[in-house]
Every structure is written in structure tokens, then in C-alpha cells.
């Protein structure tokens, strides 16, 4: 049996239900904005959050398509988003307006328990990547507040919180991501580049609150291997990409732009991904990172979508092929 067919039995339906947490689902206080080159395109994007009401989840608007709704989903992940996280109204397959690089806003909210909320895109499809982490998202919603959140007949909805009841994981090769019982909220993850010593092999392990997210989190950069953004920048990708919102590291010569934030910023900013693609399991402004420890290992987007399909039961053709992707 092939690695992609035992990972199948690995995550199951049953793995996780819905806890009630005796909390208010909360919202924006106020309405606050950001604005920024986008990673790929980049051009210059806004991104507007505004509150919402209880149950209506995180949702987008394109500028222009104010009747299409693009619900932070992971229905709606796009299969091939291996550099970013793209949603799509309609589903992941197909042609309905999209949104790129959600992640670090994602992250943002979910951390910080902005469950309801409305974003409204201009200037383009795409979410400003700012310095590269998630900590004017963060400082964003500071300014903002949060209050609880009101149903349009003026009621507050009790919060759920997904809880992993069985051990889970989704395997492909030597990347993993894998999900284990826990009263809180724990990640771990690893990452290994042996090519590019400067990053080498690195660990972070972390309980995970608003505070914890807001000092040891939301800073870490994205960071990538200048050899390869060359070639990148060459097929026409990353266009808003550049030493301003990303740690660059070359392969023989080291970090370009230091000093990091972090000695194991890398690794940090993997943490921050991986909860914003977990935010991807909320529904109806419940919450969507697990009551779990996480553990995950040379994950990206891909698979982190994907283990979600599967805890969700939704496993479409398109993410089938993403067995051959971490
Ligand atoms: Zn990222």
C-alpha cells in the first residue's frame, strides 16, 4: 500500500467534533485598513476589515464583485496554492472570483479571536504581504477592538471550538502534519533546509493564547531561498516579492537582509502559516485551529488544506493529486 493510500485511513471524520466554550463569537470593534504591494502581482492592494455579524464567519469581497462572497473556507482553498494560500468563491476548482495570500491575515484573526469579519479587497486579488509577517495585521486589530458579535436579530452566538478526539496525521514522504489530543492548544513544527545552512534543520514548540501569538508568532518574516526566487522571478512569479517583506537567504552566502528577528524566525513563520491555514476549519464564526497538539514537519499550504479536507470529510479530485505535493 503506497503512503498516499494509508494517509487516507490516517485522518478520519471522527478525529474531531465541535465543543461548546461558554464564549461570545466576537467581531471588530471598528473598521480598520491596511494597504501594500501583493507577493505575487505586485501591485498595490487594500485590505479593508470591517465588522460582521455572529455566524457570518471570515469572509472577502473582491472590488467589483460585492455579490460574491469568498467564505475563509477550506472548501474554497485552491489545490495548487503552493506559495500562498488562495481562496475561491465557489470552491477551490472553479472560476469564480479569488483572493491570494490570505495566511498571515487569516492567522491574525483566528489568533486573535476576530471570528466574524468582513474583507473588503481593492487594487487587485490580493492580500498586501506588508513586512511579511503578521504583525500589522495584529496591530491593525489592536486599534480596531473586539466586541461580541451580534446575529441581525441582535443575539450572541456561543462560540465552538473544533477538539481533536484520536490521533490523526496526513503523510507524504518525509513531510507531516499530524494532530494529537490535548486539553490546549500546543503546535510544534519542524523544518529542515541541508542545502542552505544558514537555516539547517529547526524546531519550535509553543502554547498558543493571544499573547503568546502577538510577541512570538505574528513577527517571524516569511523567508525564502534567494536561488530559487531568482529562478521564480524568471517564469514571471513573486513579482511584489523583495527584501522589504522577506527574509532572503542564499544558499552559499547566507542571510542577506539580517538581522532576524528570531535565531529560528524560519520555523516561527511556519507556526504563523499553519494557523492560518487552520483557520480554515471555522464555520459560521466558530473557531477554527483545533483544541489540539499540533505537531507538523516540511509542511506547507498543501498539505496543511489538505489534512483539513480530510478531518473534514471533503476530499475533492483536485486535492487527491496533491498527494504527490507537500
Ligand atoms: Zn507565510
Redesign the pocket.
Known sequence: MSAAARALKSVSRAAFSWKQTGRPQQTLAAAVSRSGVGLHSGAHATATLLPAHAGEGRYFVVEGRDDARVAAEVGNAEAQSLL?TTLRWGGGGGGGPRVR?V??LL?AMEALGVDNCRVEVSGGDEIPLLD??AQEWVEAIQSAGLCAAEDSSGQKLEKLSPEIHEPAYLQRDDCFVAAFPSSQIHITYGIDFPKVPAIGCQWFSTFLDANIYSSKIAPA??FCIFEEAEKMRGAGLIKGGSVENAMVCSISDGWLNPPLRFKDEPCR??I??LI?DFSLLAQNGNQGFPIAHIVAYKAG?ALHTNFLSRLLGKITVDQEKLDGKC
Open positions: 500562498c495570500t495566511e498571515h492567522s511579511g509577517s518574516r516569511t513563520h511556519k504563523l502559516d492560518g499550504h
